[in-house]
C-alpha cells in the first residue's frame, strides 16, 4: 500500500485531482518519521491517586453495557458524525447486519444497494451473541475519507491532522510482510489516544504473500506448501497481536493481499486456501475477516468466488485501484451488490503527500463505509494517557 510500488495490472497512478483545500500535493516522498511527543512531568502523589482513580471509574463506565431498551443518539467526535444504536438485534455478517457481505457461504441473494451512510458518519451496532461464538457487538462502521501510511504517525501529528478532511486511519499493526516492520509508535496507548482524539482505525495485517506475487521484495513473504494450515496460524497472530494493541472483538482486520500475476490458476488457489484459512480463524476468534487487494488480482478472484458461492470468503472488501477519483459503489470488477451495504473500502490514490496543521505525510487515499476499529477502554494506560470525557461517547453504543 503506501510507500509502495503500484501493481503491474493497474499501471501507475494517474494525475490526482481534487486536493483537499490546505492540502499540499508533490512528487511521492518517504513518510516522515516525527519525533515521539516528550511525557509530561511525573505528578504529585496525591493527583497521580486521583487520577488513576478517575481513569479507573472511566473504565468502568466504557465497559459497562449500554441500554438496549431504547434508541440511543450521541455526539461523535469523527469528522462531525454520530453515533447511532439500531433499534433490532443483528450478528455481524447476518443478513441485514452492518457490514454483511454477499459471501459466507452461498451468495445472498442480491439486495437493494442502501444509500452509505453521510460523509463522515459512524453507526454502532447493539449487542449481540451467536450460539457457539464468542459473545460481541456488530460493528462500528464509518463512511466518509480515511487515509493509510507506511508507518503510524506520532500523535503529535494525528492531532495536527484533526484539521484534514480525513477521520480514519489505516495502521499496519501486523505481519511478516509489512514494509515497515518497525512501528515505533504504534503502542497500546498509541490506540486509545488515537481513538480518543476521533480517528477512526483500519487495523491491516500484512502476513504472507501470493508466491507469484508482483512485488520483488514481497516474494520472499511467499505463503508456503500448507496454505490452510499457514492462513490459521496468521490469523490467530493477527489476533493476538490486536488484542494486545487493546483493538477489541468485533473489530475488522484488513488482510493485506498484494497484487499478483494474473491468470495463474495454481497461484490463486494457494492464495484462496491461504485466505479463506485466514478468514475463519478470525472469525472464530471473534473479529471480521477484511482484504485488500488490487481490483485485478485478489479482489477479482474473490468475487469470482463469492459468485461460485465459496465459503469463509472476507466480510469486507477493501480494492485498489489508483485512477484519482473514488468510486467505492462503482468498481468495474464487483457486482453492486457485492459486499454491500458498509463493507466496501475503494483506495484510489496513492503514494501522494499532504500536510495539514504543518505536518506532511506521504500517504494512500480512501473512500470507505465499513467496519472500523471498536478500541478497549485505555484502563492500565489511563494514568499517563489523558483520556478526554469525549472518548465516553465515541465509544458507546
Request: net charge positive; glycine share 10%; charged share 15%.
Amino acid at each position: 500500500m503506501s510507500t509502495r510500488t503500484p501493481p503491474a495490472a493497474e499501471a501507475a497512478p494517474a494525475p490526482v485531482s481534487g486536493t483537499a483545500p490546505g492540502a499540499l500535493a508533490s512528487a511521492p516522498v518517504p513518510p516522515s518519521a516525527p519525533s515521539r511527543p516528550r511525557s509530561a512531568p511525573p505528578p504529585g502523589v496525591r493527583t497521580a491517586v486521583a487520577a488513576v482513580l478517575m481513569a479507573l471509574a472511566g473504565a468502568a463506565l466504557l465497559n459497562a453495557p449500554p441500554p438496549t431498551t431504547a434508541r440511543t443518539a450521541l455526539t461523535a467526535t469523527a469528522a462531525g458524525g454520530s453515533l447511532t444504536e439500531p433499534d433490532s438485534l443483528a450478528a455481524p455478517g447476518a443478513p441485514g447486519a452492518p457490514g454483511a457481505p454477499g459471501s459466507a457461504g452461498a451468495p445472498a441473494s442480491p439486495r437493494a444497494l442502501g444509500a452509505p451512510g453521510a460523509p463522515g458518519a459512524v453507526s454502532v451496532g447493539s449487542p449481540a451473541t451467536g450460539s457457539g461464538a464468542p459473545a460481541r457487538l456488530a460493528p462500528v462502521t464509518f463512511a466518509g475519507k480515511a487515509f493509510d501510511t507506511c508507518e503510524a504517525p506520532s500523535l503529535t501529528v494525528m492531532k495536527a491532522w484533526r484539521g484534514s478532511p480525513y477521520g480514519a486511519v489505516g495502521i499496519y499493526f501486523g505481519g511478516r510482510g509489512r514494509g515497515c516492520p518497525v512501528q515505533k509508535e504504534l503502542t497500546p496507548a498509541w490506540v486509545a489516544s488515537a481513538h480518543a482524539m476521533g480517528w477512526r482505525l483500519l487495523p491491516l495485517f500484512v502476513g504472507s504473500q501470493a508466491p507469484c506475487v508482483d512485488s520483488l521484495a514481497k516474494r520472499k513473504f511467499a505463503i508456503g506448501s500448507a496454505p490452510a494450515t499457514q492462513g490459521t496460524q496468521e490469523g490467530a497472530d493477527a489476533v493476538r497481536t490486536a488484542r494486545a494493541l487493546g483493538i477489541d472483538t468485533s473489530s475488522p482486520l484488513y488482510l493485506d493481499v498484494e497484487a499478483y500475476r494474473r491468470g495463474d490458476t495454481a497461484c490463486a488457489a494457494t492464495t484462496l486456501a491461504f485466505v479463506r484459512a485466514w478468514n475463519k480463524e478470525v472469525k472464530r476468534l471473534g473479529y471480521v475477516p477484511g482484504f485488500y487487494s488490487s481490483a485485478d488480482t485478489g479482489v477479482r478472484d474473490m468475487e469470482t468466488q463469492r459468485k461460485a458461492g465459496t465459503k469463509d470468503l472476507p466480510d469486507v472488501m477493501w480494492f485498489a485501484r489508483w485512477r484519482g477519483v473514488p468510486a467505492l459503489l462503482t468498481e468495474s470488477v464487483l457486482h453492486p451488490d457485492a459486499w454491500t451495504p458498509h463493507a466496501r473500502i475503494h483506495q484510489y490514490a496513492g503514494n501522494v503527500t499532504e500536510t495539514y496543521g504543518g505536518r506532511t505525510l506521504a500517504i494512500d487515499r480512501n473512500a470507505i463505509d465499513a467496519p472500523v476499529a471498536r478500541v478497549a477502554a485505555p484502563a492500565r494506560f489511563a494514568a499517563r494517557v489523558p483520556v478526554p470525557l469525549s472518548f465516553v461517547d465515541s465509544r458507546r453504543p
